[in-house]
């Protein structure tokens, strides 16, 4: 006879055993974009923001897209999200077309989004609850997150008694408690301070190497892409477009040294370069 599996018990599994439910029909996160097109037209004008876009991103991969403001970066994210609808093309993840949003994606932004009325635990619990996933099995997954992003004794508090690093820290980690195949983040560490941001960087590699959820991670600061990603594409405006696309040939274990390295460095100036003469 099967043991019954209640919430008692469910709370005291292992972690990815209690979640085990809410990452059920998972996949591994490919996307595929083909002949994208985004064209915003009005009764007497039209612009053109995206024109034949062709990518695939591999299951697990760090992608981020590099390239000035107005290159239609973000809106190629937001249209992977499902937050707007192409002019043409097609979207999909694992093969499932992109037609809206959906809990296969989980998205974070550069402002900052918690729910104000809500705590830090409470908000990582948000996606679970809205699933009906049982309380103490929420208790155990929001748990799992506060200690990776080490904010276990901000439990009880609400955003306002944050910093802004502390909040960005709670969306990712609300954004991974739903157990999403995609993490899309749109310049998530744009307003931050500098140091702030190198730390929130360092934790994002180490949450994405345990996690090896699939990124698509939007930016226009060079250091960042290149400390951040496996890959970078670089895009450019008038209309949006792909131009060029990089391996990045760096260690997976990056520190802070990583970008003092001749191989950090030769990808900066070629990057730079590529971006000041487009």
Request: proline content about 5%.
């Amino acid at each position: 006879m099967q043991p019954v599996r209640n919430e008692q018990n469910a709370a005291m599994a292992p972690v990815n055993e209690r979640t085990e439910g809410v990452a059920a029909g998972q996949g591994q996160g490919r996307i595929e974009i083909r002949g994208l097109q985004k064209v915003y037209a009005s009764a007497k004008t039209q612009f053109e923001a995206l024109r034949d876009i062709d990518l695939t991103i591999a299951e697990n991969e760090f992608l981020t897209i590099l390239g000035p403001s107005g290159c239609g970066k973000s809106t190629l994210l937001r249209i992977v999200a499902g937050l707007e609808d192409p002019t043409g093309g097609e979207l999909t993840v694992d093969g499932d077309a992109i037609i809206g949003p959906g809990a296969d994606r989980g998205m974070v932004f550069q402002g900052y989004t918690l729910f104000p009325w809500l705590t830090v635990r409470e908000n990582i619990e948000y996606g679970p609850k809205l699933k009906g996933v049982p309380t103490l099995v929420r208790r155990g997954l929001s748990s799992h997150w506060l200690k990776i992003i080490r904010l276990e004794s901000f439990a009880k508090s609400y955003p306002k008694q944050l910093s802004g690093g502390m909040k960005q820290r709670v969306a990712i980690a609300r954004a991974l408690a739903n157990r999403p195949k995609v993490l899309l983040m749109d310049e998530p560490f744009g307003a931050l301070d500098a140091q702030t941001k190198l730390e929130m960087q360092e934790m994002l590699l180490e949450v994405w190497e345990r996690e090896k959820t699939t990124v698509l991670f939007i930016t226009h600061d060079i250091d960042e892409a290149i400390f951040l990603s496996q890959r970078i594409v670089v895009m450019g405006a008038n209309p949006g477009r792909i131009i060029r696309e990089f391996q990045v040939e760096l260690p997976n274990e990056r520190t802070a040294d990583v970008r003092e390295t001749p191989g950090f460095l030769k990808l900066k100036r070629e990057l730079a370069q590529l971006l000041k003469h487009d």
